[in-house]
């Protein structure tokens, strides 16, 4: 497949992937993704070249020719680094989970009308946490992990579950041992991201083979992610499901595709607000459009999604009234405002006054001056609060691919 110090070239230049160093292990994962994070670019062929330059055994008229080669390798590796672990030593693949791959027509080589004519197997696209299995390099134990790490609250209840049950712990270890890194996902009531599931699950996907990266699906496993056997070609008349996040499908190109329900796009829309920072879900309800992720938010949300709503109105509220109230005390609550814009007098004190005595809500009492609605200065203080005091997820056990 590829060798660490291989990867750590793939990674040049390139912080949107984390490199995790633990308990002997070294994990690959991306962050986000970006134009260029698993493709190669003109500006990554340039960088490189430049680099490949400044080498002595590199000839001067091979140097784009060999860039634009060893750029198209780090982008097809890249693909790989969803959770890939190497053992910290030998640099060895240990486990090798589910590489990088887009949804129907995402992108210039997933479009539908390309591929239709292909065969595929196809599968359910389960709504959980990949969990991918492993004996440890040095002491031998079985390990479970998430694209993370081994110590995630997902892998460490997957590992549980698998270990209260021999004989799926055999089945696991075997395949291990003969060479291939089993994947699952773990779905459970406390870990939904759309997809609501009664118990916690894990649930068999498929196999990998870390030697050549290539995939099997082992019918052993009792827990198997549901298989069906319609066409490709007809996966669109499939996808008016509820309570269904879609399909996976590993075309006979050997390329693999996902395809997902509309009534799951768009409930994870609240999802991708979910994952980010949770001063951003303040931002939303200032754009007035918190009514519409409630409407279409899993029940688990709609708690904390309300709680911000009311927050966030709460603040602005008072804040106002603050500003208008500082504004009538510092201007006298019978100046009309014909007479307030006419008076270049009394406009030239009020400035005065206000910066001298409440500089800080200069620009808010100027637009109530003016007779505007001061809620525009007002949401943007009150993002730069929310900026300090709520910095992270609002959910931070969740666990959603970027």
């Not at 409930?267 to 931002?283: E, F, S, T």
Request: with cysteine.
């Amino acid at each position: 497949m590829f060798t660490l110090p291989e990867s750590y070239n793939a990674l040049r230049h390139r912080d949107e992937f984390a490199v995790k160093q633990y308990n002997g292990l070294i994990c690959l994962d991306y962050n986000v993704c970006r134009s260029g994070t698993f493709d190669s670019t003109e500006e990554e062929v340039a960088t490189h070249a430049t680099y490949l330059a400044g080498l002595s055994d590199v000839q001067p008229e091979s140097v784009r020719s060999q860039a634009e080669a060893e750029v198209s390798r780090f982008a097809q590796l890249r693909r790989n680094f969803r959770g890939v672990t190497f053992d910290e030593v030998s640099g060895q693949i240990v486990s090798l989970p589910l590489h990088k791959f887009f949804n129907l027509n995402q992108t210039a080589e997933t479009q539908f009308h390309d591929l239709q004519h292909l065969d595929a197997v196809i599968y359910e696209k389960l709504d959980g946490s990949m969990i991918h299995f492993f004996i440890h390099p040095k002491t031998g134990d079985l390990q479970a992990a998430t694209c993370r790490s081994t110590e995630t609250p997902q892998a460490q209840v997957a590992l549980q579950i698998a270990k209260s049950d021999p004989v799926l712990t055999k089945m696991i270890e075997e395949v291990i041992v003969d060479g291939w890194t089993p994947i699952f996902e773990f779905v459970a009531a406390h870990n939904q991201i759309v997809v609501y599931y009664p118990r916690p699950r894990l649930v068999y996907l498929v196999s990998r083979n870390r030697n050549t990266g290539q995939y099997c699906f082992h019918q052993q496993f009792p827990d198997k992610a549901s298989r069906f056997e319609f066409r490709f070609a007809d996966i669109l008349d499939y996808l008016n499901k509820k309570e269904f996040e879609g399909y996976v499908c590993h075309l006979s190109n050997d390329m693999f595709v996902k395809a997902k329900t509309p009534w799951y796009l768009e409930r994870h829309r609240v999802v991708d607000v979910l994952v980010r920072p949770a001063y951003k879900l303040y931002q939303v309800v200032f754009d007035g459009i918190m009514d519409d992720l409630l409407a279409s938010s899993p029940d688990r949300y709609k708690p904390v999604l309300q709680k911000i709503y009311e927050e966030a109105q709460r603040d602005l509220l008072n804040e106002q009234r603050r500003v208008e109230s500082l504004f009538v005390q510092m201007m006298g609550p019978d100046v009309p405002l014909a007479v307030r814009k006419a008076d270049r007098a009394l406009r030239k004190f009020f400035v005065e006054k206000v910066k001298r005595e409440a500089p800080d809500d200069f620009s808010e009492l100027m637009t109530v001056y003016s007779g505007n609605n001061p809620q525009g200065g007002i949401k943007d203080k009150l993002m730069e609060v929310y900026r300090v005091k709520y910095p992270n997820r609002v959910l931070s056990d969740m666990d959603v691919e970027p």
